[in-house]
Antibody, heavy 116, light 107 residues
Framework: QVQLKQSGAELVRPGASVNLSCKTS????????IHWVKQRSGQGLEWIAR????????YYNEKFKGKATLTADKSSSTAYMQLSSLKSEDSAVYFC?????????WGQGTTLTVSS | DILLTQSPAILSVSPGERVSFSCRAS??????IHWYQQRTNGSPRLLIK???ESISGIPSRFSGSGSGTDFTLSINSVESEDIADYYC?????????FGGGTKLEIK
C-alpha cells in the first residue's frame, strides 16, 4: 500500500536550517509529483512547492523561493525539503503529499518549532 | 494568485442532517477543485476530486458539485465521525491554493 512517512519533530534555533524527509513506499516513486504543504497551528493549508523525482524538476510558490529547497533521492524513494534562515513564523506542521488528480496520499506531518 | 473563499467558517448540524460547504474562487477555474477532510491532529484526506468525482474508499454520503467559480461539498447524512475541518484546493493555476477551511461541528 502507498505510504509516505515523514521524519520526526524538529526544534531548531532561529537562523538555522533544517532538512525534512518524506520516505515513500508502495508505488513508483519516480512517476508522481511530491508536494509540500505548510500548516501553522490552528491555521489553514499553504502550498509550498512540488518536485518530480523522475527528473528532479521543481516548481515553487514565489512566497517560498529562497526559503524552501526540494530534492529527491531515487535510491531510497525519499523526498526532502530544506528550510533555511529559519524564523519563528516558520514554526508549523509540514506535510508531504503525492499528487494524483488531487493530493491522494499524505504523510503524517512533521512539526517544526523554531525557538531559541 | 487565485483566492478561494470558504463559507461559513463554522457549521453546526445535528446527526443525520444534510450539510453543504461553499467554496468560491476569485476567478473561473473550470472544475479544477478538490476537497479534503482534516480531523484534529490528522493529515488531510482527499474526499472529492475535480469538483464532483468520487474517490475510492470515501463514503457515498460525500458529494461535490459546481464549476467556474462556485463549488459545493455536501454530506448527505452527517455522522459524528465527520467532525473535522474541510478545505477546498484549486489546481487550475500556479501557485495552487487552498481555501481557509470550514469547521464542522455536531450538535
Amino acid at each position: 500500500q502507498v505510504q509516505l512517512k515523514q521524519s520526526g519533530a524538529e526544534l531548531v534555533r532561529p537562523g538555522a536550517s533544517v532538512n525534512l524527509s518524506c520516505k515513500t513506499s508502495g508505488y513508483i516513486f519516480t512517476s508522481y509529483w511530491i508536494h509540500w504543504v505548510k500548516q501553522r497551528s490552528g491555521q489553514g493549508l499553504e502550498w509550498i512547492a512540488r518536485i518530480y523525482p523522475g527528473t528532479g524538476s521543481t516548481y515553487y510558490n514565489e512566497k517560498f523561493k529562497g526559503k524552501a529547497t526540494l530534492t529527491a533521492d531515487k535510491s531510497s524513494s525519499t523526498a526532502y525539503m530544506q528550510l533555511s534562515s529559519l524564523k519563528s513564523e516558520d514554526s508549523a506542521v509540514y506535510f508531504c503529499a503525492r499528487e494524483f488528480y488531487g493530493f491522494d496520499y499524505w504523510g503524517q506531518g512533521t512539526t517544526l518549532t523554531v525557538s531559541s | 494568485d487565485i483566492l478561494l473563499t470558504q463559507s461559513p467558517a463554522i457549521l453546526s448540524v445535528s446527526p443525520g442532517e444534510r450539510v453543504s460547504f461553499s467554496c468560491r474562487a476569485s476567478q473561473s477555474i473550470g472544475t479544477s477543485i478538490h476537497w479534503y477532510q482534516q480531523r484534529t491532529n490528522g493529515s488531510p484526506r482527499l474526499l472529492i476530486k475535480y469538483a464532483s468525482e468520487s474517490i475510492s474508499g470515501i463514503p457515498s454520503r460525500f458529494s461535490g458539485s459546481g464549476s467556474g467559480t462556485d463549488f459545493t461539498l455536501s454530506i448527505n447524512s452527517v455522522e459524528s465521525e465527520d467532525i473535522a475541518d474541510y478545505y477546498c484546493q484549486q489546481s487550475n493555476s500556479w501557485p495552487w491554493t487552498f481555501g481557509g477551511g470550514t469547521k464542522l461541528e455536531i450538535k
